[in-house]
């Protein structure tokens, strides 16, 4: 769960750098999050939750 958080923490605060530096419209990251919420309940979600965990623990062991 707390993977899951800072994840979410840290995707939220790259949208928001995209925002004011490269000129992301609110509309986009508005079609962004729906994609992503509704992404969240079709039989992919499993296999992309599978892969963040998998480079979540990647980057924890190159960190020393």
């Known amino acids: 769960m707390v993977l899951s958080i800072s ?4 995707l ?6 995209f925002w ?4 992301l419209k609110l509309s986009h990251a508005a079609v ?4 992503g919420f509704y992404l969240a ?3 992919l979600a499993p ?3 599978a892969g963040g ?7 924890g062991g190159i960190a020393p």
């Open 20 to 23: 004011r530096k490269d000129g």
């Open 47 to 49: 296999g992309i939750q």
């Open 53 to 59: 965990a998998s480079l979540a623990s990647l980057l």
């Open 41 to 43: 309940g079709t039989a």
């Open 12 to 17: 939220g605060v790259v949208m928001f750098l």
């Open 7 to 10: 994840g979410v923490v840290l």
């Open 32 to 35: 962004c999050a729906l994609f």
